[in-house]
Every structure is written in C-alpha cells, then in structure tokens.
C-alpha cells in the first residue's frame, strides 16, 4: 500500500500534531477526497466506519434533524480536528448527521487503523482522547447556549466558531443555511443579522456574513465561544492567532512525556 504524501498531514491540525512515528502509522491508510457543500459524510443510525479530517477551509457540521424537519447544529469541525468513529472502538451506528458545511478537501482513514495506530501509540492515543474531550466540551456548551441564551448570542456564538475556523472576516454562509444550523426560522435571523449589522458588528450580503469587529463581538457574546475556545487551549494545546485563526494544536507535555511510559517504547529502549 502506498504512503501518503506529507501534505495530507500538513492540512488538518490533529494530523500536522502528529510525531513522525505516529505518522507512519497513518500515512498507509489515509485516503484525500473532495467534498462539496451539502455533501453527506455520514447519516444518523448509519454505521461510521471511518475517520473525516477536514483540510485547509473545509468545515463540516454535527447536526440534530427532528421529526418535524427542524434541525439545529451541535458542533462545528474544520481543520482543527475530526468527525466520525474518533472515539470508538469501531463502527458504531451514528447519533448525528455529519454534512458538509463549507467545501474542499477531507483526509479519510478507516476507523479500525486508528484504532490499531491508538493501541500501539501513547503519544497518539492521547492526543486524540484530548481532542475527543474538546469536541464533546464543544458540544455540551452548544446545548446549554441553546437552551439558556437567546438568539443574538448564538448567533455571534456560531459566527465566531466559524471563523476560527476559516481565518477570514468573510464567512460564504447563506441565510438558509445559517438559520438551519441555528434551528429557526430564515425570516427570524434575517431580522437578527439586520440589528447586529446595524450595530456595526457584522456586514450581511448575498451568501456571505463579514465580521466588521470581532473585538466588540466576543465583549458582547455570550461565554460559550470563550468557554470552548479556553477548553481547547487547556486541554489540547491549541494556539490561536490575532484574528481568532485557529494555527496548530500543540499538546501539553504530559501527553509527550506518556510516550515514554508506552511499554512497548520502553522495552524497544531497553534492547539497544
């Protein structure tokens, strides 16, 4: 089986985390595909038998749908992590639909190798159990925000999660979209992004949000994008550039220092 090049691990920041050991245990597996926005990578109740690491802009989107067609969003994922079996022990029914929210690339690897790679590696095992703890912190603070604060704030919320995610003021998000993932009506946000436009906060056009003034956005949001955003630092080391831009994730030492208590590193040590 062929190795994949080093740019499949350059454009996702869990992949870039990696040490060149753990890379060779991945670089077999991993598979680059295109998605287009819209796309499906997986449906709730369908079996997730593989790993999505979205590269470079690609955004993909968690999504809670109801039987009444409704839907609301639970986690927004970019190059800054992953969706599917990152958890698990194997293909498990999913509990979300997983859709691509803005398009580009996703590095893919089968669920059961990253399980194996997990098995063999401390280093890699941990950096993903620190993501996993982010991506569930994600979550839960979506469903608090959800239920506790009101739309203006969930709003700025998703808007400026998106963003760190993008690196650019320019978010290409429609209404429909954005009132989809907010879980209400499009008539509903029109209304909300026409105040926060006239607040000098944000700048609507056609299938595009700008951010006129992140500083004065992230004063008068809620807690929850900072909540998160400090999870992530704490947890999986992540750094963050001026503008929000999520850079590279680089976990705390402990997590280095778990490889050297890996058995198997420590015998291969004690055999040189």
Known sequence: ??????????????????????????????????????DTLFSAG???????????RTVATLVIAMQDGRSA??????????????VSNGCLPAS?????????????????????????????????TRYSDCLLAQVLQSVACNALHPIEERCMRWLLTLQDRLGTDTLPVTHELFAAMLGVQ?????????ILQE????????????????????????????NVKRHFETVLGAVYGPD???LRVRPPEPARAAR????????ERANR
């Open 186 to 194: 499009r008539t509903y946000l029109t209304r909300i992004l026409r």
């Open 260 to 267: 050297s208590l890996d058995p198997a590193a420590v015998i």
């Open 1 to 38: 089986m062929s190795t994949a090049p080093e740019s499949y691990f350059e454009g996702n920041l869990l992949l870039r985390a990696l040490h060149d050991d753990d890379r060779a245990l991945l670089a077999p597996h991993l598979e680059r595909r295109e998605y287009q926005k819209g």
């Open 244 to 246: 929000g831009q999520l």
């Open 73 to 86: 969003e639970t986690a927004t994922i970019g190059r800054e992590g992953a969706v599917g079996g990152v």
């Open 96 to 128: 979300t639909h997983a859709m691509v929210q803005i398009g580009g690339p996703v590095v893919q690897l089968d669920a059961v190798r990253l399980q194996e790679a997990k098995r063999r590696s401390a280093s890699l095992r941990n950096l993903f």
């Open 199 to 226: 607040q000098g906060l944000v700048e609507v056009g056609r299938g595009r949000i700008t951010i006129r003034n992140r500083a004065e956005m992230e004063r008068v949001a809620c807690e929850c994008h900072g």
């Open 46 to 56: 369908s079996e997730v038998s593989f790993i999505s690491f979205p590269c470079d």
